[in-house]
């Protein structure tokens, strides 16, 4: 037949809607041909005020035109299919806006499969066969569809760019690297590209084993996150515990007391009672005397009221009501005084321990510690108000101003408690977490000297004249001394000599749970002097050391 010697296009015998073989085709009033359910479909959805368009062409039609089969391609396809007429490639085959397109198909182009590097164009599955097949194009660089292959062109000289000049960190052709970039330090790409691609390895490489130590630290914090919820679950438990128990313990306390007072009413009640019945007999007799007396009274003959008079026995003194009028009308009210004596000494250990609780609550951190404060305002941001405990202090040394200062002296008071062996003094309060105070100084170069102290220990050492239990001496303190000229840092009687300004105002930084403290001079801005890394086992205290005329003080930051 005529039709089968003729190389017929797929593609004429598609529907432009569906991209299939035609089925049930229609041809409308312009010419172009559509499935019927296509068409149909496409009107529906796009009608407008009564006009139609095809798809193609874009002419319109009013009213919208009446679709009746096309026999003749019905015959025609029906007969293509005999021969061997393929369906149309799935719409998943063409190239869309973001796929790279064939350069060789006409039409309606197909998705490239490969893209050459030494034709600089892209090829579908078919057109692809002769790289596949012929020896001299199989010798051609295929890639992975790139698109603007152009760009390796030189605008120039119209070449491929196979070199890269390092000078000017840019891709050039031959031609540029014996021209404009003559004198420059040219290689060729593919040897700039080994060499980036070995960086690009060891890059990959970093990020690799960053992504498998973030894993780690995930599962560790996940596994953190399991034992901080069994952590509180326990506290919890243990509190509640806790604080039944000393329910426990004043609800026995509360019944042993009212059994006490109890016991004590009736003993009371019975000796009132006891002396109520004597009371009351003493009462019948006198009334019985009474009764006597009257009669003799009333007797009219007066030998006989003689006679009776001297056998009327005498009355004794009464000294029950004295003691009775006497005594003062109070009873258990002293009890109750002493309850609400206990009660107030109670809500004040309370209220005490409640606030050192809620503190040490606040300072639990689960996540990795944070950066350390870098500017003054940072460092304020954890200011901590530091007062002198007056049972630390050395008999040489003076507390004033709210016990925040501190000045050597002559006099001397003994006081047993006190650190007699060296002129030092602790802080009353104990530090935990990240807090930071400063200290102004007042020294005579020279002549006098302070040594700001933290000590673990609230008792280091107490009495003597040893030198170990001096600030930095031992292996329970870290020192930091300045003597108006100059610093030095001591721990374990080790000391190390510090660079920096010298400054009457010196900070410190306190990082109980990382294991930091770190000295500052403080002045326009903050010098880092001394830092130090360790691990705090306990909770720390702050201390100072002053001698020959020298002053201290706790500054105020709030």
Not at 164 to 170: E, G, H, L, N, W
Not at 271 to 294: A, G, N, P, S, Y
Not at 336 to 353: C, H, M, N, P, Y
Request: proline share 3%; with cysteine.
């Amino acid at each position: 037949m005529a039709q089968q010697e003729i190389q017929l296009d797929r593609e004429r015998f598609c529907c432009s809607i569906c991209l299939d073989l035609l089925k049930d085709p229609v041809t409308i009033g312009c010419g172009h041909s559509y499935c019927k359910s296509c068409i149909n479909t496409h009107w529906d959805k796009g009608g407008e005020r009564g006009s139609y368009s095809c798809p193609q062409c874009r002419q319109t039609f009013t009213p919208r035109p009446v679709l009746e089969k096309s026999t003749m391609l019905v015959d025609l396809l029906e007969e293509l299919k005999k021969t061997g007429l393929q369906a149309a490639p799935a719409d998943h085959c063409y190239a869309g806006s973001e796929d790279v397109a064939c350069d060789v198909c006409n039409g309606r182009k197909l998705k490239a499969l490969k893209s050459c590097l030494v034709c600089l164009a892209s090829y579908c599955e078919k057109h692809l066969q002769p790289h596949l097949q012929s020896a001299p194009l199989k010798k051609h660089k295929l890639v992975e569809p790139l698109e603007k292959l152009q760009e390796n062109i030189c605008s120039r000289h119209d070449e491929v760019m196979k070199m890269f000049c390092r000078t000017d960190q840019q891709c050039i052709c031959y031609l540029c690297s014996v021209e404009k970039h003559k004198d420059h330090d040219t290689v060729s790409a593919a040897a700039e590209r080994t060499e980036r691609q070995r960086d690009l390895g060891l890059r990959r490489q970093t990020i690799q084993q960053r992504v498998q130590d973030t894993e780690k630290d995930v599962k560790l914090l996940q596994q953190e996150e399991k034992a901080v919820n069994g952590s509180a679950d326990k506290a919890v438990e243990d509190s509640e515990e806790i604080f039944t128990e000393l329910i426990r313990l004043l609800e026995k306390r509360s019944s042993d007391v009212k059994q006490q007072i109890r016991s004590q009413e009736q003993t009371e009640v019975s000796r009132v009672r006891e002396l109520q019945e004597r009371l009351e007999q003493e009462i019948t007799e006198l009334k019985r005397k009474d009764h006597e007396l009257k009669q003799l009274s009333d007797t009219e003959d007066h030998n006989q009221f003689l006679h009776n008079y001297p056998s009327l026995s005498p009355l004794s003194e009464s000294t029950h009501s004295s003691i009775i009028r006497n005594r003062p009308l109070r009873y258990f009210e002293d009890v109750t005084a002493a309850v609400s004596k206990v009660r107030g000494r109670l809500q004040d250990i309370l209220s005490e321990t409640e606030t050192r609780i809620l503190q040490i609550v606040s300072q639990v951190e689960v996540l990795l510690p944070q950066p350390e404060p870098e500017t003054r305002a940072d460092f304020l941001r954890y200011s901590q108000e530091i007062t002198l405990d007056q049972n630390t202090v050395h008999k040489h040394l003076l507390l004033s101003e709210g016990n925040r200062k501190v000045t050597w002296r002559i006099e001397e008071k003994f006081h047993p408690y006190r650190l007699t062996d060296r002129r030092q003094v602790q802080s009353r309060e104990s530090l935990t977490g990240r807090c930071y105070w400063e200290m102004e100084m007042e020294v005579e170069v020279g002549v006098g000297g302070v040594v700001f102290g933290v000590v673990t220990y609230k008792n280091i050492s107490r009495g003597g004249i040893s030198l170990e239990r001096g600030y930095g001496y031992n292996d329970k303190s870290w020192s930091l001394a300045c003597d108006g000229n100059s610093y030095i840092f001591r721990y374990n009687n080790i000391q190390t000599p510090v660079s920096g300004p010298v400054s009457s105002r010196v900070g410190v930084y306190l990082d109980h749970r990382a294991g930091v403290l770190a000295f500052y001079s403080v002045t326009d801005t903050m010098t880092l002097l001394h830092r130090v890394q360790t691990t705090f086992t306990q909770s720390l205290y702050a201390g100072v050391s002053v001698w020959c005329g020298a002053t201290a003080e706790f500054c105020k930051l709030k």
